[in-house]
């Protein structure tokens, strides 16, 4: 490999762990991820901090998962209508609702 190629390499492996990392710093501690969820799709960390939401998916009932943020979520104001359920957090929001037969649990980073 000569010196040209193995600047490039570094410096992509470098942007990959600084990518993951601002990933997670995104997501830890700002909003709960339902555990029983897996996300639909892989999201670029400038995504999140675009403002565009995280959407996870469960098998689980919208109730059981309401019962797990209700426990967990206990900073963030709950709000339901329609069969669907709204925690406003310091961090975003976080939408549970029905899709298809599954349960979606949308994180919506704040836009600022």
């Known amino acids: 490999m000569n010196g040209g190629s193995m600047q490039r390499l570094t410096y992509l492996v470098l942007l990959t762990a600084l990518s993951s990392a601002a990933y997670a710093q995104q997501?830890?501690?700002?909003?709960?991820?339902?555990?029983?969820?897996?996300?639909?799709?892989?999201?670029?960390?400038?995504?999140l901090a675009a403002g565009v939401p995280l959407v996870l998916?469960?098998?689980?009932?919208?109730?059981?998962?309401?019962a797990w943020y209700l426990a967990n979520a206990k900073s963030c104001a709950r709000s339901?209508?329609?069969?669907?359920?709204?925690?406003?957090?310091?961090?975003?929001?976080?939408?549970?609702?029905?899709?298809?037969?599954?349960?979606?649990?949308?994180?919506v980073p704040p836009l600022f």
């Open 80 to 107: 339901a209508q329609s069969g669907a359920v709204k925690y406003q957090c310091g961090g975003g929001s976080i939408m549970i609702y029905d899709h298809a037969g599954k349960t979606q649990v949308a994180l």
């Open 27 to 47: 997501m830890d501690g700002k909003l709960l991820m339902y555990p029983g969820g897996h996300a639909l799709n892989e999201m670029p960390a400038s995504a």
């Open 57 to 66: 998916e469960t098998t689980d009932s919208v109730g059981t998962v309401d």
